[in-house]
């Protein structure tokens, strides 16, 4: 069983195998649902500081937890019902998939009298059963975004489908990257525990890595 150590090494020695020539390494961040706080500090102990939760109920104990130099990514769908208690809790909302949403967190936002910076998802695949904005969409939605100066949209953010192919999964990372590029957004979060090699070399600066590091959920 390999320790976090070699776990930790061997992803970092992935990234740097396919990683463009003149690219920044991304910044990995350590997806924890369903992982305990002494689980995290393993990677904590180790230097990682970019951690994700998926559910904002399941975050906020661990946040409150775990040392306050984590930086934590909202990464999973986040429900309408759930912004007030995200907004500010979080360095990064990845997953913001309408315009409505995207008011709301702005508006939240303004109550605390902060900055929230936001990447917009889109789904690319256009699976149905995925969230995300549709890629027509992603310009009217940064236009809105002009007027909500509590919100930062620093990029874009996409899911492939579970088991696509090699060709499909570099059309879709590619495609976000092209998107991202002809609207000036500098990040990319792209790229998970199966398929994260290939969203490097299409040019994420995020990769979101659960179960190569954590191992399987419990």
């Not at 690219?23 to 102990?45: C, E, F, M, R, W």
């Not at 986040?78 to 315009?99: M, P, R, Y």
């Amino acid at each position: 069983m390999p320790t976090p150590k070699e776990k930790f090494d061997s992803i970092l020695a992935r990234v740097k195998a396919v990683l463009p020539p003149n690219s920044k390494n991304p910044l990995l961040i350590g997806v924890t649902k369903s992982h305990s706080p002494d689980q995290i500090l393993a990677y904590y102990n180790l230097g990682l500081r970019d951690f994700g939760e998926n559910k904002v109920q399941e975050a906020l104990p661990k946040i409150e937890a775990l040392p306050k130099d984590i930086r934590w990514h909202f990464i999973g769908h986040l429900q309408s019902n759930k912004v007030k208690e995200a907004v500010g809790k979080f360095k990064l909302i990845h997953a913001i998939d309408s315009l409505k949403l995207l008011e709301k967190t702005g508006s939240r936002a303004r109550e605390l009298g902060i900055i929230q910076d936001v990447l917009l998802e889109v789904n690319i695949s256009g699976e149905e059963t995925k969230h995300g904005l549709k890629t027509g969409e992603v310009k009217g939605v940064l236009e809105s975004s002009k007027t909500l100066p509590n919100i930062r949209v620093l990029g874009l953010m996409t899911m492939a489908p579970y088991g696509a192919k090699e060709e499909e999964l570099h059309r879709i990372f590619g495609s976000l990257r092209e998107l991202a590029a002809s609207h000036n957004l500098p990040e990319l979060s792209m790229g998970m525990s199966d398929d994260f090699e290939i969203a490097v070399a299409e040019g994420a600066t995020m990769i979101r890595i659960g179960r190569a590091l954590f191992g399987e959920r419990p």
